[in-house]
């Protein structure tokens, strides 16, 4: 089976743009969660989608949003970006509706906000 | 809600060595427990995990985590590690409703 596959890895982009990330799940997952990543706050829950619902929320801003398609592939938004967004970007999918089981990671989508 | 204290940021260890990465966690509700790790550039892979039974869980490269239900750990630990055990290690604690709560992490350096 192929892994979770994250597009794109790296991406540039300057202050007020906005940004769309990629991630297509592992086949047969039908669960999709968002994690960013950065030096000082570590790994923070984004939000969660299962079946084209999101089912939970991490304490983002609006700014921050997100979906799932009928495939179970996920995209997840940025705009109005600010410096403070430059981080790793981590998808992971999960074939079980509950997460009492593995998370399959993606390698994450580095972004650089100038 | 959930969360994880992980009480090292960094832990520099000799080849050989015995080490543990300590993990805490505070939660209502029953939980379920996991170790990730991270090699640099790559995203997360899983350590090992504890759903129920067995309180002591291993995992195929000779780590071990033992759930303390009394003192709300679960420590990981490698009676002697290796160069290639370098990595960032992450706890993190579900409680079975989709939203996996990591801990800062621990960096483990592993010297020669």
């Known amino acids: 089976k192929a892994g979770v596959t994250q597009t794109p890895r790296y991406l540039i982009k300057t202050r007020g743009q906005q940004v769309t990330l990629s991630c297509s799940p592992i086949?047969?997952?039908?669960?999709v969660s968002w994690y960013q990543q950065t030096p000082g706050q570590g790994l923070q829950f984004l939000f969660e989608?299962?079946?084209?619902?999101?089912?939970n929320k991490g304490n983002f801003p609006g700014r921050f949003s997100g979906r799932q398609f009928s495939n179970s592939r996920s995209e997840m938004n940025v705009s109005t970006l600010e410096l403070g967004d430059s981080a790793l970007y981590l998808c992971?999918?999960?074939?079980?509706?509950?997460?009492?089981?593995?998370?399959?990671f993606g390698e994450g989508s580095r972004l650089t906000v100038l | 809600a959930q969360s994880v204290t992980q009480l090292d940021s960094q832990v520099p260890v000799f080849e050989e060595a015995p080490v543990e990465l300590r993990c805490n966690y505070s939660s209502s509700v029953s939980v379920y427990l996991f170790w990730y790790v991270q090699y640099p550039n790559q995203g997360l892979q899983l350590l090992l995990k504890?759903?129920?039974?067995?309180?002591l869980v291993e995992s195929i490269n000779g780590f071990e985590a033992e759930f303390n239900k009394s003192q709300t750990s679960f420590h990981l630990r490698k009676p002697s590690v290796h160069i290639s055990d370098t990595a960032e290690y992450f706890c993190a604690v579900s409680d079975g409703n989709n939203d996996m709560r990591f801990g800062a992490g621990t960096r483990l350096t592993v010297k020669p």
């Open positions: 086949s047969g997952h039908r669960s």
């Open positions: 989608y299962f079946s084209e619902t999101q089912r």
């Open positions: 992971a999918s999960t074939e079980l509706a509950g997460v009492t089981g593995e998370l399959f």
């Open positions: 504890y759903l129920s039974g067995s309180t």
